[in-house]
């Protein structure tokens, strides 16, 4: 049993989260097909953290909420549609970059239509979540790998 002031089972060892940054906000999607499997796309050479598997959705606009934004992104990068009743908040990730802090809420979804295509050039795969930890991926998603494996 850990007492207060041992953070040795905690998954960061910072003491404090990073401060000083913008806070981006940006909306993701845990795409579940009837498998069980969850979509997860290539970034593109050319953008930041190339090669890294991610979760896909984007930045959310001024004015926009978490939802229209996911929407819209899905539509964009994957060439499917949903909507608002479609998507459940299920998990979110915080983490401190180097020039900015994101904050990433992500929604699971199992009902869309269209097939997904990655319409931005970037690479797709349909993965189990328990094998989600062999695709590299962002620092910030690292956390949320076990938490889907429990909530999927
Ligand atoms: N969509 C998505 N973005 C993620 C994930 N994990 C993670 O750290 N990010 C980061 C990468 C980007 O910095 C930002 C998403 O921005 P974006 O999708 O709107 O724009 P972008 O790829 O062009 O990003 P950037 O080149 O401007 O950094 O969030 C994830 O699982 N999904």
Known sequence: MQGPGDLSGCWQ???RPSSGKP????????????????????RP??????????FPGGKVDPGESPETALIRELQEELA?????????????????????HLLMPLFACR????????REGQQLAWVPP???????????DVPLIPLLRDLL
């Open 111 to 118: 009902v869309w239509q269209g097939r997904p295509q990655g």
């Open 23 to 42: 806070i981006v906000l940006v909306a993701a999607a845990a795409l579940v097909d009837p498998d069980g499997r969850v979509l997860i796309a290539q």
């Open 45 to 54: 050479a050319g953008k930041s953290m190339a090669g890294l598997w991610e």
């Open 80 to 100: 499917i549609e949903t909507r608002n009743s479609c998507l459940a908040p299920i998990a979110f990730a915080s983490h401190g970059y180097d020039d900015f």
């Open 13 to 15: 060892s910072e003491l």
């Open 130 to 140: 328990v094998r989600l930890a062999d695709y590299p991926m962002p620092p910030a």
